[in-house]
């Protein structure tokens, strides 16, 4: 799994710099690379996390969240984004979104890409 998480580490990496052109200063990625779940399956469900986010689904985020927690509690990543997402959702941690507020895409508001918390979250990803 290593291995695996390595090259996760160096396509991040060569993305932000080659692909976007984002200057990586060595404290940050230190930092990214030092950051690593113990369990495939954390890295597999964050996975799902991000996918989620990506299309505006922040509660079914955060079920992938918990569950990357339930395998890795100590996944820094997966932790800060589900505790992010918490005070943006107005939620504690540890509170099913969707069983709490019955979840429907239909009546979501709309996405906002100007909207404070969505701009917080993406800067934080």
């Known amino acids: 799994m290593t291995d695996v998480i390595d090259l996760e580490k160096d396509l991040v990496l060569r ?3 080659d692909a976007l052109g984002v200057e990586v200063w060595l404290r940050r990625e230190e930092t990214i690379r030092a950051n ?10 964050y996975g799902g996390a991000l ?12 079920v992938h969240l918990d569950e990357a927690l339930s395998h ?3 996944y820094a990543e997966a932790r800060g984004l589900r505790e992010t997402l918490s005070l943006l959702e107005g ?15 239909a ?14 979250v993406r800067e934080l990803l």
């Open 15 to 17: 993305i932000l710099r």
């Open 36 to 45: 690593r779940p113990s369990d495939v399956r954390a890295l597999i469900s």
């Open 51 to 62: 996918l989620a986010f990506d299309q505006d689904d922040w509660p079914l985020a955060i």
């Open 72 to 74: 890795d509690p100590a």
């Open 91 to 105: 939620k504690p941690l540890g509170t099913s979104v969707l069983s709490s507020r019955g979840h429907s895409r």
């Open 107 to 120: 009546t979501d508001p709309p996405y906002d890409a100007q909207h404070p918390g969505h701009q917080l």
